[in-house]
C-alpha cells in the first residue's frame, strides 16, 4: 500500500471551505477509483492559519498514476481548492506503508 501526502493552508472561514470540499467533493470522487483505499485530513493552526494535509492510500503506484497521471510526483489541486486555500504545495510525497498499529 502507498500513503499519497500532500499539503495546503487556509485563512480564516477558507479553511471551513476547503474541509467541505474535501468531504462533499474530494472523497466521493477518489472512493469511485480502483486502487484508492481511503483517506485522511489532518488540520492543524500554525501561524495565524488553518495548514491541512491530506492522506491517501492507495493499493499501488499504478493505481496512483491513474488518479494523478505518469508524473505521480505532481499535485492534483481543483480549481474550487485553489480558490480557497492560500497557499499549497505543487507535490505530493509518496510513502510505502510498512506497519499498522
Given amino acids: 500500500m502507498i500513503a499519497r501526502l500532500w499539503r495546503g493552508r487556509a485563512e480564516g472561514a477558507n479553511a ?16 469511485a477509483l480502483a486502487g484508492h483505499q481511503g483517506a485522511w485530513l489532518l488540520r492543524r493552526e500554525v501561524e495565524g492559519q488553518t495548514e491541512f494535509l491530506a492522506v491517501t492510500l492507495w493499493e499501488s503506484l499504478d493505481a496512483i498514476r491513474a488518479f494523478a497521471g505518469d508524473a505521480v510526483e505532481t499535485a492534483i489541486v481543483e480549481p474550487q481548492a485553489r480558490a480557497v486555500l492560500s497557499s499549497f504545495d505543487g507535490f505530493a510525497h509518496h510513502y510505502e506503508v510498512v506497519g499498522k498499529g
Fill in 16 to 31: 471551513a471551505a476547503y474541509h467541505r470540499h474535501f468531504t462533499e467533493t474530494v472523497t466521493p470522487e477518489l472512493k
